[in-house]
């Protein structure tokens, strides 16, 4: 009987990745993913100049051989300053979804198992916090406790784990009252053995979904505090704040504003599409037609 | 129905509370008093100032004050702009915002329903794609970079609209419109696709067709009320984003709405004002919020019967 379980659970992931491959978007969205990861993880080593270099002299300079995407007015190359912000911009993103996630999973898990009191309480609270408008506190956190990339990661992982919280509770929910979660309770498995082996592989799918639309409208949140100022802070360096740079001087030098831009919308973009993508793959609803 | 809207503004009293005491403790732990970023002024001058706006007072009795003026609608003095009031600066700025905001969602329907209706009535074919490939891309082109791509094309380059300002010059209103509802577009582009899409494949759409009913009646008619609740609902959210949105495009195009306000309130550490409008902005938001809730109850008979039936 174990082995038969291992097989269905594997074969809705290998429908799912089936699937996932069929769809052309979402694979090019994996794809680029891929290349930024391993890009970020790199850049220290294959930055075609150092963070800091400076040319004073040269000055702002469109893309050439030396300089691909050109330089700032400081003579500084622009692909070094990309792959930099790169790095913060999608290190906001995936830890800052991780905070979320944590928190989102934990609070939902345990509304959704113990139900009745326990679980009318703290989803009244998250209705509450819902109704709150985020934007408007993560600019007032910034701005009482400085603007510090530390904050920035909690306040915006803070704000993005309610709708986890919600979907992983009404997934445990809908889970507890299967029948098949009845027949391993009476099989006699023990609570633990039921969680592990049933609810937290049946949950995995729409965690994983939000999870990949999660991390670009945090980036995209990060960016858009960068831009007003109120993000990240020089000498660190992110793709909003090198948008907000950009925009000063782009009647002079347009280049300075539209690759940053083209970074970011292409992540945003490609991240969107897997998040799509593995949604038609993973949801079982969806799967029907 | 009646009774469920009444719980529901019973329940937002309490997080308007809860908003107000979060952001007066918050505001008040802040490191640095609001006139510590001046140049260096005389400690009477300090203390004058001080005494002015009931920062000698315990802090409890600030809050039980601040309370007290707030529900009688009256925010206080500006620490930044002297001689202004929170409430004044509000009002100048609101009404900017509001057309700002009420440009941007006239632009968002228009061509969100417009093309996300489009694209559910010819499913994969050329009329779903192409505006829902189009709408991908609007939302992940954000506003901060979408408005200043604009005032490039249209502004600097091709010099046909005005780059910055409000009702200064004829057209520059337009612009400021366009990015502010660009994102929204694709956002309702997307939701009354999916919306038109469920609707027309049940049976009481097969029905109208059986009845011989020409296309556009059954959509007009039939679908529309149904379909577009997914829109109906993202329009207390999307009122949200609009003012966030209305933050960076008012940056962008140097309109004095309240969304600049903010931002510059938030940099000047302009205590009062941001506590003024933080209130201010999220009563709204959660009215709006109420408002896009009862109107999606209204229109979805499911959802109606639910109510009554737990009632």
Same mark, same amino acid.
């Given at each position: 009987m174990n082995s038969s379980i291992e097989e269905n659970s594997s074969s809705l992931w290998k429908d799912a990745w089936i699937k996932l491959s069929k769809n052309r978007l979402a694979l090019f969205g994996l794809a680029i993913l891929c290349i930024l990861i391993i890009t970020s993880l790199l850049t220290p080593l294959i930055a075609p100049y150092s963070y800091e270099a400076q040319n004073l002299e040269l000055g702002a300079t469109s893309p050439?051989?030396?300089h691909w995407l050109g330089t700032d007015i400081f003579g500084r190359d622009m692909l070094t300053r990309i792959m930099y912000g790169g790095r913060v911009s999608l290190m906001v993103g995936f830890i800052a979804t991780a905070v979320a996630l944590v928190i989102g999973i934990l609070w939902g898990a345990v509304a959704g198992f113990f139900g009745g009191r326990v679980d009318a309480v703290m989803m009244r609270i998250v209705d509450m916090l819902y109704a709150l408008p985020f934007m408007i506190f993560i600019i007032l956190l910034m701005v009482v406790f400085g603007r510090n990339i530390l904050l920035l990661f909690f306040a915006i992982g803070a704000v993005e784990w309610l709708t986890m919280a919600r979907i992983v509770r009404s997934q445990v929910m809908a889970l507890r009252n299967q029948e098949f979660v009845e027949a391993a309770n009476s099989l006699g498995l023990s609570q633990w053995t039921i969680i592990r082996r049933h609810i937290i592989p049946n949950t995995l799918g729409p965690v994983i979904v939000y999870t990949t639309l999660t991390i670009p409208s945090v980036m995209l949140l990060e960016a858009f505090l960068s831009f007003l100022g109120l993000g990240i802070q020089p000498p660190q360096s992110s793709w909003g704040l090198l948008i907000n740079y950009g925009v000063e001087t782009m009647e002079e030098f347009p280049w300075l504003l539209i690759f940053p831009g083209i970074a970011l919308s292409l992540t945003l973009f490609a991240l969107n599409f897997l998040g799509d993508g593995l949604r038609d793959a993973l949801d079982p609803r969806a799967s029907k037609d | 129905m009646y009774r469920f809207a009444l719980g529901r503004i019973l329940q937002a009293i309490p997080v308007l509370l809860a908003v107000i005491t979060v952001t007066f403790f918050l505001i008040h732990s $802040? @490191? %640095? %008093? @609001? !006139?510590? $970023?001046?140049k260096a002024v005389p400690p009477e001058v300090i203390k004058a100032l001080e005494e002015q706006y009931n920062l000698n007072q315990p802090i409890w009795q600030q809050y039980v004050s601040y309370l007290g003026d707030v529900v009688r609608g009256d925010f206080g003095p500006s620490f930044k702009y002297s001689g202004r009031t929170v409430n004044e600066l509000i009002a100048a700025g609101l009404p900017i915002t509001a057309e700002l905001a009420f440009y941007a969602m006239i632009v968002a329907l228009v061509i969100g329903l417009l093309a996300g209706i489009g694209a559910a009535v010819r499913p994969n074919t050329a009329q779903d794609y192409i505006p829902m490939t189009a709408a991908m891309i609007g939302i992940c082109m954000p506003s901060f970079l979408l408005g200043p791509l604009l005032v490039l094309v !249209? %502004?600097?380059?091709?010099?046909?609209? @005005?780059v910055s300002g409000w009702g200064d010059i004829p057209g520059d209103k337009i612009l400021p419109s366009i990015t502010l509802g660009a994102g929204f577009a694709a956002y309702i582009a997307r939701l009354s696709r999916g919306g038109m899409l469920e609707v027309l494949s049940q049976d009481y759409i097969r029905t109208a067709r059986a009845k011989g009913l020409s296309e556009t009646l059954i959509i007009l008619k039939h679908a529309l009320r149904g379909g577009l609740i997914p829109v109906v609902a993202f329009l207390g959210p999307a009122f949200a984003g609009l003012l966030s949105g209305s933050f960076v495009v008012e940056t962008i195009f140097q309109i004095p709405g309240l969304g600049r306000f903010y931002v510059q309130a938030a940099f000047n550490r302009d205590y009062t004002l941001i506590l003024g409008m933080t209130i201010f902005l999220s009563t709204l938001i959660i009215v709006f919020n109420l408002l896009s809730d009862m109107l999606a109850i209204w229109l979805n008979p499911k959802l109606r019967h639910e109510i009554k039936g737990a009632k």
């Open positions: 050439s051989i030396q | $802040a @490191p %640095g %008093g @609001p !006139f510590s $970023a001046d !249209f %502004g600097i380059n091709l010099e046909w609209l @005005p």
